[in-house]
Each structure stands twice: as C-alpha cells, then as structure tokens.
C-alpha cells in the first residue's frame, strides 16, 4: 500500500528504518491520518480536517506522556476527560471554535467509511471519558503514539506554513498601485484548483460587493415606494459542515450554495433540504454557464425517468447557474474602493474560517 504524504514518509522512515512499510500496511490509524491530510496541497479540494486529527491527537498527546509503551496498564485506563481534550484542541492552531462532533461520533463514522472491515471503533466514548481502542496504538508490538504525534504536529506546521503564504500573498496584492494587477491576482486566487474553502470565501466577497451595488424598491402601494440595496451574508462557516445554505441575500431572500461540478446528487440534495426552494448555484468550474444549466437538466431528466412531477420539482428550484467566468466578469467591473474592500475581506473571513487571530 503506497504511502501517498511525503512527510509522513520520511517521519515513518526515521522512525522505522527497517520496516516502515510494514508499520503502515499494518496501521488503519496511519492510513487514516494519510487519508486526512491532503491539504497541505496548494490545490487540494480537500478541507483540513482539524475536527476529526485534533480529537485523535488530544487523546494521543496525553497517552504518550502516561502509558507509551505500558499496555497492560493502559488496558486499566477508563479514558480522559472530555473538557480536558477539547480544552486541548482549542489551544491548537486553528483549534479555536471546533466543536464536540469528532470526539462524540464523527471520527468513529469516518473511520468506519474507510475501513468498513475494522473490528473496533477507533475512539470509545466511556460516558463522557474518552481513549483509543489499543489494537490502533500497537503494529507488531510497536507504540505507534509518538510517530502518529510527529505527523500531525508536522501537518498543523505545514498548513500553519501555507495559510501564511496566502496572508502575505494578499498583503502583497493589496500593496499593488494598480488596481489592473490587483484584479488579475484576485482571479489567480480564484480558480478551479483553489481550496473549497478558499473557493467559498473569495466567491463570496466577490458576490457581496457586486450585489451591494445593486438596488430593489418595495412599497405597499405605489405611493409608498422605498429603495433598498441588496446585502448578502454569509448564514455558516466554512467548515461546519452542517448542511445550511451557504448565502442569503436581503431583502429579496434569495438562496446561494457553492458548491462543485462533478456531483449532481449533491445538487438535489442542496435542493431537497430547503423543500424546493429556488437556490443560485455558485460553482467552481470554468465551464460555462449554459453547459452546467444543461447538463444539470439533462440529469434531472435521467432521474425523473419521465415523471413530470419531479422534472418541474428540479427545473423551478434551480434559480441561476454562477461560474468562475462571471465572477472574472464581476471583478472587472468592480470600483477600485470595491477590490480593496474584496482583498479586505479575504483576509477577515479566511482568518474566521480557519479560528486564527
């Protein structure tokens, strides 16, 4: 089985000279962690995963310390306070606002997805106590806890490494004299092989400075016409992963989703949860609009199987279809005050999004 991370190659080759292939063929929690870690790429679709590696190494980060290499009273241990360990995970970098799922539930269903064919969860919630089950900290009577710590010490280095080259490559853009070079640096930022994450906070920015300039007029009567601006807000963060609706605009309550080209279930699940409601899709690709628009179509019509109920049900909640190509267009369009406020706002909402100060 090929060890796809390069630092995680060269950590379990100084730790294990001789066998350390062997180690990792051996070891579901190696794996795991080396599935995990793909963001460390500049142009990974992946997120970070922070949620799911922090709550693993809380609990290795002191296991370490008490019982490396003490099986026999490790098997005694009734686990580690829960406040404890996410007191930990907030103290790591970008660790700040994570929340409990990981420990409680998410880890265990990732690592079941994964490994359907592991016979034990990886975490044992023990009524609010929580250990790592012993078969994973163990491979041919090898603790692994030490190795498995210097990997994801080095993955939150590495990607503490790479979020600061893109505050210093906005810093950079912002220092631009011409707002010509500023909007072709943003749309550099903004491409197909940007980061979900990334991908979502820089179309957004984009979208609320081109909206903000827009305006509605609303009145009971035409005696009573009132002029509004449209605002558009950001409803959740980036790595909630909670199943909401991305943005909503005010005052005409239109409903954004950003999102990719190459699942269309996840379309229909998008407009599923919302009951139908007609949703602007803000997807990350170059192709043009028309071809998304048509080959979603197409699938509606593959899945409705000729029933016009569930045809029409798709076709009116697809509202407008936003690629890359218009957010280029948006750019351009926009005043030199408004591609300031965007770099501003990259760098506000990225530092949210990643629980750095």
Known sequence: MKITEEFILKILKKDFPECFQNIYDNSLLLQYLDKKMKAVHGNTKSRKSL???????????????DFYNNSNE????????????????????????LQNHALNSRVNGE??????????????????????HIDYLYVNKYDISKTCCKIIEKYIKLLEEKDKTLFQILEEI??????????????KLLSEDAEARIFEIISYVILKNHYKNKKVYFGYSLDNIYEKKLQLYKTGRTNANDGGIDFVMRPIGRFFQVTEVNNYDKYFLDIDKVMHFPITFVIKTKASKEDILQELKTYINKRSNGMIVIKQRYDKAIEEIITINELYLWIEELKDKDIDNIIRDIDIYY????NIK
């Not at 079941?112 to 790592?132: Q, V």
């Not at 912002?174 to 500023?182: C, H, P, Q, R, V």
């Open 111 to 132: 690592f079941r997805n994964k490994f359907p064919n592991a016979t034990n969860d990886l975490i044992i919630n023990n009524n609010g106590k929580y250990l790592l």
């Open 351 to 354: 530092k949210l999004e990643m």
């Open 174 to 187: 912002y220092s631009l004299k011409s707002y010509t070079e500023k909007k072709k640096c943003i749309c």
């Open 74 to 97: 490790y098997k005694q241990f009734s686990g580690y306070d829960y406040k404890s360990l996410l007191d930990f995970c907030h103290r790591l970098y970008g660790g700040t606002k």
């Open 51 to 65: 949620a799911s590696i922090y709550a693993i190494y809380s609990i290795l980060y002191y296991y370490k310390k």
